[in-house]
């Protein structure tokens, strides 16, 4: 059976690792690709390729597998450069430029967060089949995207407020947390009984002074105290009962095996969890980095469909 590449990986490691040099910097052997002023070489191309190919050819794979896996990395690899020459040509439309300082920058702050010396990163680059040029080129070719992303793209994304209530609400078992009830109880087996020790907590009388007095139980002694508790795990009478409590509220009598009872909420304890205000920031990144990718690929499309595009591979 063939091995699928997982392709999201694939164009998140082709996107940072093709060397997609100025093809005039390059010995010509054979032009793949027209894509209207630029051209695609398969030096370039076999540069893309590389790891993956040694990676399949490494692989225990029959003659047949590794050339249908192969001609899939071809594919792969020559539509990313083609989108690479299309934005590039656009940013060269609109001037867009980046300074050495800018490459620099990028750099250290790449080398910062990997917490690697300038030996250590070059030895890593040599592990993947590059050289620090390599890197630097790909480098300022990758920030040039981003500007020309910017440009064309990111200025026409608008995130309603609107957008990021209804993501939460939609969501909001990710950022609810951990909800458990602090309770307390009263068991009586008669309800007209229970209903009297009702009436005098409606007159604010003490929920533990009364469990102590009239509760049946055996944790009448504690004051009726039943510990924490997640909701969900109660009978659905008992739990759409306790759901409409707040704090120091307690609920109707409830009909249950055990005889008739009145819930306490002692306390709510929330774990984990994240109100509106605190995931507001993280969901509107969410949504406008979804946004900025649907209007990249749309606007992506159009240039191409504008676009005098010729494979010959």
């Not at 699928?4 to 996107?15: A, E, G, K, P, Q």
């Amino acid at each position: 059976m063939i091995k699928r590449i997982n392709w999201s990986v694939f164009l998140l490691l082709t996107m940072g690792l093709i060397f997609c040099g100025s093809p005039w910097a390059e010995v010509v052997d054979k032009i793949v690709a027209i894509v209207d002023n630029d051209i695609i070489t398969m030096v370039q191309l076999d540069k893309g390729t590389a790891n993956y190919r040694k990676k399949i050819n490494a692989g225990a794979y029959s003659e047949d597998q590794k050339q249908t896996m192969m001609q899939e990395v071809n594919e792969k690899i020559l539509n990313t450069l083609i989108d690479q020459s299309l934005t590039h040509q656009e940013a060269q439309k609109y001037r867009i430029e980046v300074s050495e300082s800018e490459i620099n920058k990028s750099m250290e702050n790449v080398m910062r967060s990997q917490s690697l010396s300038q030996e250590e990163f070059e030895k890593a680059l040599q592990r993947e089949g590059l050289t620090l040029e390599d890197y630097h080129k790909n480098l300022k070719k990758q920030i040039i995207q981003t500007k020309i992303i910017n440009h064309a793209v990111k200025s026409k994304v608008v995130i309603m407020e609107s957008d990021i209530v209804l993501y939460y609400k939609n969501n909001k078992e990710q950022y609810s947390g951990e909800i458990k009830h602090h309770l307390r109880n009263i068991i009586m087996n008669s309800k007209e009984k229970i209903e009297t020790v009702r009436k005098q907590l409606e007159g604010k009388k003490d929920f533990k002074s009364l469990a102590k007095q009239y509760s049946i139980a055996s944790n009448a002694k504690d004051g009726g105290d039943l510990g924490m508790f997640e909701i969900n795990n109660f009978s659905d009478n008992i739990k759409e009962e306790l759901s409409k409590l707040k704090k120091g509220q307690y609920s109707n009598v409830i009909s249950t095996p055990q005889g008739f009872q009145i819930f306490y909420i002692e306390d709510i304890i929330f774990k984990g969890g994240k109100t509106y205000d605190q995931v507001h920031d993280e969901i509107r990144g969410i949504l406008y980095n979804k946004q900025v990718e649907i209007k990249f690929k749309t606007w992506l499309e159009s240039l191409k469909q504008k676009a005098h595009i010729k494979i010959m591979l």
